[in-house]
Structure formats: C-alpha cells, structure tokens
C-alpha cells in the first residue's frame, strides 16, 4: 500500500499537527486512510503570515529561477507516480489508471508554468508625446488562497500552484476534506526540492466553508483562486469584494456533447467514452446532455451503449477497473435522485439501472427520451449517466446547447469543416471540443463563462490571473 505524507498542515516549511483532527476514508469500503489535521483558525491565519512573509523574497527571485524550482517539481512528481497515484485512489476513489493519468496530467502544468515563469513579459508603448517612454510591466498579486476539489486531486492544485508561483505569488491552499492526502503529498516534494519556507503553505480543514471563509477573510490574501461548484463560488466572491481582491472561478458545467447528421459516428463514440466517464462522470467537464441528430441518435445510441458494456466497474485500486466508486453517499444519492425524476417522468432505460443507494458504486446507465423538464439536463449529473436527446438539425441542436445558465465547455461532431467553425462559434461556451472528447491540457486556456466561472487557467494567459500590470511613464528628455 503507498506511503502516507505527513497528515497535518504544512506551514512556513513546517509539519504542523493540529489537536482537531478528521478522518480520511476509503470511498470504496470506508476504510480508515489517515487522520488528519484539522486546520484552525490561528493555523490557517500562520500560514497567511508565513506566505505574506515569503512574498516579498519570492516576488525578487528571477522568473528562470522559479522555473527551475517547478520544473523539479515536475520531475519529482513523475518519479513518484505509482506511489501518488495510488493515495489518489485511495482516498477519491477513482480508477488506478485515471490516477496514474492525473499525476502526468498535474506534473505537466508544473513544467508549462517553469517555462512560462521565463516569459512574464511586458511591453514598451510608443508614446504620443516626446520624451516619454512608457513601459508595463507585469507584478505577483501577492499571496494567494487556493480553494480546491476533490474531483482531480493533483491536476487542480497544481494548475494554480504553477501559475502562482511562476508569476512570484505565495500560496495558501486548502484542499477538499475529502481528499486533503495529494494535497499534503505535493508539499512533502516541494520541501524536497528546496522551495523556500512559506511560499507553499497547506491547510486541510474538515469545515471548507470555515477555512475558505478565513482565508477569504485575511487581509494580506490578495487573491482567491476557486474550483468547485457555482454556488460556493457566488458565496467566496460576495466576501471577496468586501476586500477587492482579484478572484478566479472554476465552477460547474453541463455541458452538451452535440453529434450531427455529418458526425464520424464511431470517433462520436470514442469521444463520448472520454468527455462522459473521465473520473467516472465526475468532472466539471463531463458531457451532460447528449444532443444527437434524429437522422443518425439509433446508430450513436447502439454503438454507444456496446462500448458502455464494456466498462469494468470496481474498486479503484484493481488494474483493470474503469468505473471506480462515486466519491461519497451525497453524490450517490444525487445520481440516484437525478434518475428517478428521469424515469418518472418519461425517460427510457437502454442499459444500467439507477442505484439502490447500498454502495456508492454506480453502474453506467444510458437513457433515451430525455425533456428538457428532467432535471438531469439542467443540473450536473456528475455520475456515469448518458442522457440522450434528439435534435432536428444544426439550428435546433445549437439553440438546445445554449439552453443553460452554464458555459464551461461544449462537444461537438460534425465532418464539415465550415460546420465546424459556425457551430463552434454559436456555442456559448469558454471551451469547445470538436470532434474531441478531451480539451483538458496545459497549453490552453482552460474556464468558462456564464455561471461556470471566470479567469482562465493553464496556458500562456494562466499568469495572468496570478499578476497585475503595472505601467511607468517616465520623462527621458
Ligand atoms: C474539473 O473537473 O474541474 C476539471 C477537469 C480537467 O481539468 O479536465
């Protein structure tokens, strides 16, 4: 069984134990994990000290050399990725190979964000007036609170860890309750690597409501980077505007995964297999609603359905495992509460059943006849669910897309090229997948719009969350 990190909360670069301590356990059996530290007040309030502390030395440091740091980083998670890999199944549930993916997957914001860490540039003005230079140039934000998920353990912490450090902020993150062990596992190799006391502080907290609230209370955070869901970020930015600091969300999705009359209907398959059991249905990301056009639903929905059989649902940890167990009872009872209003109302099973709440392993289920009443299609499933609808044409499958308060991002198949680009376009969406089941990389901007957020992550405009610009005028002659 992997290694456990030290189980309390890492402050100013030390192990700090808590007299509070809460459970971690096994999603799959309930099996004990680890006790953890509670972080209190007075502990979450020593790391803001100690990042506030740590600020003004890591802000001097040379972009290159915090590069380095994250680009160590990097390597160090890659050569512990069984052991990572494993304590992420253990405590979120998922399948060893999509934990095995994840540590690649946050590994590589890592090294993106050391190379950007080089390339924080500025810029030079033509000025109106002689004798003026005007120049920008790009500063940290300062230390900066980073709430995040159980759902990606790994990837979302280190998607804001390396924009933050790379752009000179210090960091406070707090991680879900569910799963504070990655969390404590990446502190265990910043320490390693040599990152200075206090640029990395971790403080897992059973009430995250309390700990964000602190956080988003202390007066030297300067900016609060949140993922998670739509209404715990509505609340974060009401008390972060009470204190104007710069705040980045990355909330829920429902997203539509769009197959028209011209799809590659087995490539519509494959990435259907990706964007909607990914994590087990359990991802900000995951396709929602199915919109297939009437001319083709039969053909996607059979080909569909032969290769859900396929998944092996089991324990995490089992190699050959596709469908580990949802993550807690609350998720298994919202599935199940999603699909009883579905079937109630009309919705037609084509393979699974919905769960009967004994365990929180969930067999996939695939639906037909979905209204847009059913309230699986307004809110997030984040179960193995394929709802299924039909479209009459392009226009009604792009309106039937749009029909939601969130834009994280939108799938869509379709061979035509100008199709592509048109219906791309419509969707209203900060991310669109065409004929890609899988946007998720480091190298682009990842967030949405609408109630799925604001600010992006990854990508070269990462930094730009972590940094505000700063221009100079000056008189040269
Ligand atoms: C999420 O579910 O919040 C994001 C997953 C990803 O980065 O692909």
Redesign the pocket.
């Known amino acids: 069984m992997s290694e456990l990190p030290p189980c309390d909360a890492f402050v100013d670069g030390r192990w700090v134990p808590g007299s509070q301590r809460f459970s971690v356990k096994d999603p799959f059996d309930d099996a004990l994990i680890a006790e953890v530290t509670d972080s209190d007040d007075a502990m979450i309030d020593a790391a803001v000290d100690a990042a506030a502390r740590a600020f003004p030395g890591w802000k001097r440091r040379p972009g290159p050399e915090r590069g380095r740091l994250l680009a160590q980083l990097a390597q160090r998670m890659l050569s512990a990725e069984r052991r990572l890999a494993e304590l992420c199944t253990r405590e979120n549930g998922k399948a060893l190979k999509e934990s095995i993916a994840e540590v690649r997957y946050a590994a590589s914001f890592f090294s993106w964000f050391a190379g950007e860490a080089e390339r924080t540039y500025g810029e030079t003005i033509p000025a109106s007036q002689p004798g003026q230079r005007l120049t920008v140039i790009r500063e940290p934000v300062g230390p900066a609170a980073l709430i995040t ?1 159980w ?2 353990p790994y ?2 912490l280190t998607r804001k860890i390396g924009a933050a450090l790379a752009a000179g902020c210090t960091i406070v993150a707090k991680p879900a309750a569910l799963t504070p062990l990655s969390a404590l596992a990446l502190a265990q190799l910043a320490e390693t690597v040599g990152i200075p006391p206090g640029v990395i502080n971790i403080v897992p907290a059973a009430d995250g409501g309390r700990a964000g609230g602190r956080l988003c209370g202390a007066a030297a955070i300067r900016k609060i980077s949140f ?1 998670g869901s739509t209404q715990v970020g509505m609340v974060l930015m009401r008390n972060a505007a009470a204190d104007l600091k710069r705040v980045s969300l ?1 909330l829920g999705g429902n997203a539509p995964f769009v197959v028209l009359a011209d799809a590659d209907i087995d490539a519509a398959v494959s990435g259907a297999m990706v964007a909607k059991f990914r994590n087990t249905g359990q ?3 995951a396709a929602n609603r199915f919109i297939v056009d009437a001319s083709v639903a039969d053909t996607f929905t059979t080909k569909l359905c032969a290769s859900v059989a396929r998944l092996v649902v089991g324990r995490g940890l089992d190699p050959d495992v596709d469908i580990g167990p949802l993550v807690d009872d609350a998720s298994v009872a919202k599935v199940k509460r999603l699909l009883e209003d579905a079937i109630g109302r009309g919705a037609k099973v084509l393979l699974g059943a919905p769960p009967d709440g004994k365990t929180r392993l969930v067999a996939p289920i695939v639906l037909a006849g979905i209204t847009p009443q059913m309230q699986l299609w307004r809110e997030e499933i984040f179960g193995p669910v394929v709802a299924i609808r039909t479209a009459a044409d392009e226009a009604d499958a792009i309106a039937q897309a749009n029909d939601t308060e969130f834009g994280l991002v939108s799938y869509l198949y379709t061979q035509n090229g100008a199709r592509q680009i048109r219906v791309a376009e419509a969707m209203e969406s900060g991310m669109v997948g065409v004929n890609e089941g899988l946007v ?1 990389t480091p190298q682009a901007p ?1 967030g949405g719009i609408k109630h799925s957020g604001m600010g992006r992550e990854g990508s070269r405009h990462g930094i730009d969350d972590y940094s505000n610009l700063k221009y100079i005028a000056t008189r040269i002659g």
């Open positions: 998920p759902n990606f990837a979302m993922t990355e991802s900000c990301v998720s990842f």
